[in-house]
């Protein structure tokens, strides 16, 4: 079983910045790719930016140039690092994470962090 526990959301100001954290727990497992997605009230949960074991990077549109993920693989840490918010990024954020038991790697697990709202005032 892995945990996936997100931090650092909050409350910010249009044009300010957080980041977000996630952080893997468990035992023998491998995570393969992580990620963010986020949803706001009335809205589908939509990919935000995702990165591979090997750091190969895709961002949502609307967020390029604002938005970058990172990881280190030893932490099994992956990070959202936010700026120049909108009141559009306004949503909860979720991590997500593609696991394998270890000595496993054929096998594909899907887990996903409890959420950490992010919300900007106009």
């Known amino acids: 079983q892995v945990q996936l526990v997100e931090s650092g959301g909050g409350l910010v100001q249009t044009g300010g910045s957080l980041r977000l954290s996630c952080a893997a727990s468990?035992?023998?497992?491998?995570?393969?790719?992580m990620a963010w997605y986020r949803q706001a009230p009335g809205l589908q949960r939509e990919l935000v930016a995702s990165?591979?074991?090997?750091?190969?990077?895709h961002v949502l549109d609307s967020v390029k140039g604002r938005f970058t993920i990172a990881r280190v693989n030893t932490e099994n840490t992956v990070y959202l690092q936010m700026n120049s918010l909108q009141f559009e990024d306004t949503a909860v954020y979720y991590c997500n994470a593609d696991v394998s038991p270890s000595g496993r790697a054929w096998v594909s697990e899907t887990y996903w962090g409890r959420g950490t709202q992010v919300t900007v005032s106009s």
């Open positions: 990165i591979t074991s090997t750091g190969v990077t």
């Open positions: 468990g035992t023998m497992f491998t995570v393969n790719a």
